[in-house]
Structure formats: C-alpha cells, structure tokens
C-alpha cells in the first residue's frame, strides 16, 4: 500500500525542522567550544538545502533523492557533533596548553 502523498510531505518538513534545529545547535556549540569550522558547517548546511530544493515534484524518485540528501546532512551533523564531544574538546585544550609550554628554539646560522 502506498504513503498518501501528504502523509510523505508531512514527515519531510518534520525533518527538515528537525535537522535545522540540529544545524543551529551544533553550530552555536561549535562556536562555543571555540572550534573554528563554521565556514565548513554552513557551507555543507547550504549544500544540503541546495539538494533538498532541487526536487520541485515529490514523485517517488525524488522522494529518494531528498532522504539521501537528508541522510547525507544527518551524517555530516554527527561529525561536527563529534568534536564537541567532551573527550575531543578536553584533548584540544590540552593539545593547545602543551603547543603553549614548548621552548621554541631557533637553528644555528651555519
């Protein structure tokens, strides 16, 4: 049996809702966590809804490209999500203290 037409319509903008909701958020604590990617993380967010309204119809082959595409952004979210993770941000920090305290030396002129 197939999906009413407005049923599908109904879900997609529910997840379009729902990952734009995810964009901003994932993006405020990237800027939070003072990771310096929000040129990356808008310019796959325009990437995605440039994909998304692509489709003009919703026939059933582009019901299949827009959940790729939504599935594309989900994935790319959970990577941006993943350094912001409390163990990424902590090895960061510490990464960043121990550049801070190394004794740069110069070269010797020959």
Do not use: C
Not at 45 to 57: A, F, H, L, P
Not at 81 to 98: E, F, G, L, W, Y
Not at 99 to 110: C, E, G, K, S
């Amino acid at each position: 049996m197939a999906i009413p037409q407005k049923a599908l319509n109904r879900v997609s903008m529910s997840t379009v809702r729902e990952l734009d909701e995810e964009y901003r958020s994932t993006r405020a604590a990237l800027l939070s966590a003072g990771v310096k990617m929000t040129d990356s993380i808008d310019a796959l967010y325009r990437e995605w809804r440039r994909r998304r309204d692509k489709s003009e119809s919703w026939s059933v082959v582009d019901n299949v490209a827009v959940a790729n595409a939504d599935q594309w952004w989900a994935l790319h979210l959970a990577q941006f999500r993943s350094m912001i993770d409390p163990t990424h941000v902590a090895a960061r920090t510490q990464r960043a203290r121990k550049d801070r305290n190394v004794v740069r030396t110069r070269p010797h002129p020959a």
